[in-house]
């Protein structure tokens, strides 16, 4: 990725227009920018029933809920940091939602010191995503603090 992508994604989330597709254009970007077979995203924590939910994505389909604590998703909700799994078949509890996934990248949205999404982000690729990390840290950050106005 290069870091042109910060300046296409603030500009994306500060445009005009709906709020939803604000955000699936601005994971479209990463996705593009990643290129083949990876894949973006969004799980939302759903405090109703303590478990993190599907929200906008790119790419294929995904799992539907995770379960705080669980898989790197839900390890990284538990834990309130952001984690890089280099060979996903090396996690312990790892959940597959496709089997071409060989590395992931998750980071917290925090607003108001509470996790209210993980920032997922797949490679098919086998430490597929060690170059783009600080990138999809700042990417992470612009989608925490993105202010939905319509």
């Known amino acids: 990725m290069q870091p042109e992508i ?18 699936l254009n601005s994971l479209s970007i990463v996705k593009d920018a990643l290129g083949e077979g990876c894949w973006v995203g969004l799980y939302v924590y759903q405090e109703t029933e303590s478990i993190l939910n599907l929200g906008p994505f790119q790419g294929s389909p995904a799992c539907e809920s995770i379960k705080p ?21 090396k996690f312990p509890g790892y959940i597959s939602c496709d089997s071409r996934v060989k590395s992931e990248a998750v980071f917290p949205l925090v607003y108001q010191d509470q996790v209210i999404a993980i920032f997922d982000v797949d490679s098919p690729i086998i430490d597929g995503l060690k170059n783009d990390l600080d990138l999809l840290g700042q990417i992470a950050n612009l989608l925490a603090n993105f202010s939905p106005t319509n």
């Not at 604590?69 to 078949?89: E, H, L, N, Q, W």
């Open 69 to 89: 604590g669980k898989g790197i998703v839900g390890t990284s909700y538990a834990a309130k940091r952001p984690m890089y799994v280099p060979d996903v078949s």
């Open 6 to 23: 910060i300046a296409s994604i603030e500009c994306e989330l500060n445009g005009q227009g709906n709020s939803l597709a604000k955000m």
